[in-house]
C-alpha cells in the first residue's frame, strides 16, 4: 500500500498560477494527475510514465506542465494561464497497472473569471 501525500491547490483568478505536488514518485509508476469537475467524469490531465514519456489532456497543453522533482522524491502539476474551466477536484496517481494504482487525497482547484 501506498500513502500519497499532497499539497497545493486553492482559489486563484483567471491567468493565475497554482502548482500541486505530490510524493513519493516512486520510478516503477506511471505517475499522473486527473481532475474531476463538478457534473463531469474523472479525466487525465498530465501523466509521465517510467521512461519519462509525457502526455497531456489537449486543453492543457502549452499552460500545464508535469514534473519529477528527485529532490524530494515527488512530481508536480505547474498550472498557468489558469481559466475557470480548469476549476475542478485534482487527484494524483501512481499507477502501476489497471488494477495497482494509489490516489492521492483531491484537492479543490477554484479558478474565478
Known amino acids: 500500500q501506498v500513502q500519497l501525500v499532497v499539497s497545493g491547490g486553492g482559489s486563484v483568478q483567471a491567468g493565475e498560477s497554482l502548482k500541486l505536488s505530490c510524493a513519493p514518485a516512486l520510478c516503477i509508476y506511471t505517475k499522473g494527475w486527473y481532475r474531476q469537475a463538478p457534473g463531469k467524469q474523472r479525466e487525465m490531465v498530465a501523466q509521465?510514465?517510467?521512461?519519462?514519456?509525457?502526455n497531456y489532456e489537449d486543453s492543457v497543453k502549452g499552460r500545464f506542465t508535469i514534473s519529477i522533482d528527485d529532490a524530494k522524491n515527488a512530481f508536480n502539476l505547474q498550472m498557468d494561464s489558469l481559466k475557470p474551466e480548469d476549476t475542478a477536484i485534482y487527484y494524483c496517481?501512481?499507477?502501476?497497472?489497471?488494477?495497482?494504482?494509489?490516489w492521492g487525497r483531491g484537492m479543490q482547484v477554484t479558478v474565478s473569471s
Open positions: 509521465i510514465d517510467r521512461h519519462g514519456k509525457i
Open positions: 496517481v501512481l499507477e502501476y497497472s489497471a488494477t495497482e494504482k494509489y
